[in-house]
Each structure stands twice: as structure tokens, then as C-alpha cells.
Nanobody, 122 residues
Framework: QVQMVESGGGSVQAGGSLRLSCAYS?????MGWFRQAPGKEREGVAL????????SYPDSAKGRFTISRDDDNNVLYLQMNNLQPEDTAVYYC??????????????????WGQGTQVTISS
């Protein structure tokens, strides 16, 4: 199976930025980031496809988050800017070998990292 390991989480003040990284062991066509806050469902925040590099974001992340992938070095990134307290969550990278639609469906993703905590203070 594809192994994925997140890093780069931490605690920052509102308005700050973080860059999350996810090292992966093997290429997957579709990769993305999910987050889960206490008492809330797991939410997809960004996805990116291989080849074309097409990316998409829900309204909660659009304009603030940027996903990118470096398949030469096997690293997936999530740049998060203008972070707000509602962004506090455990962030997971995920991947699937098959096609993914613009709307992220948790069950479509086969491989998952262990998660990294992001905490935003106000």
C-alpha cells in the first residue's frame, strides 16, 4: 500500500500561515487534504490530480489554501494562508489511484496519513 506521512502542523495566531507536507511512497493519480475538527465531520479542503495538475477547493478553503504536488520528490503540500480559528483541526493527506471528482468524497480515498494537528488561536 501507499504510505503517507504528514508534517508541518503546529499552533499559529489568526491571520498566520502554515505549510503542511505529506511524504508519500508511491504515485497516486488523485491526492488531497481532509480535516476534522472536534464535533464535526471530516471535510475535504483540497484535491489535486496528477498529470494535468488540476486542483479544486471548497468555499471554506478557496482563496486561502493552495495544494501542490512534487512527484519528482514524492511530496504533497498544502499552503494555508490567513488562517482562522475555525481552521483548527487534525489535517490528513489522502490518495487514490482512481479518478476523483471535484467534490471530495471520503470513501473514494484509499490511502491516508496519520494526521497532523493545526491549532489557530484568536
Amino acid at each position: 500500500q501507499v504510505q503517507m506521512v504528514e508534517s508541518g502542523g503546529g499552533s499559529v495566531q489568526a491571520g498566520g500561515s502554515l505549510r503542511l507536507s505529506c511524504a508519500y511512497s508511491e504515485y497516486s493519480y488523485c491526492m488531497g487534504w481532509f480535516r476534522q475538527a472536534p464535533g464535526k465531520e471530516r471535510e475535504g479542503v483540497a484535491l489535486i490530480r496528477g498529470g494535468s495538475g488540476f486542483s479544486s477547493y471548497p468555499d471554506s478553503a478557496k482563496g486561502r489554501f493552495t495544494i501542490s504536488r512534487d512527484d519528482d520528490n514524492n511530496v504533497l503540500y498544502l499552503q494555508m494562508n490567513n488562517l482562522q480559528p475555525e481552521d483548527t483541526a487534525v489535517y490528513y493527506c489522502a490518495a487514490t489511484r482512481k479518478f476523483c471528482g471535484e467534490t471530495m468524497i471520503e470513501g473514494d480515498f484509499t490511502y491516508w496519513g496519520q494526521g497532523t494537528q493545526v491549532t489557530i488561536s484568536s
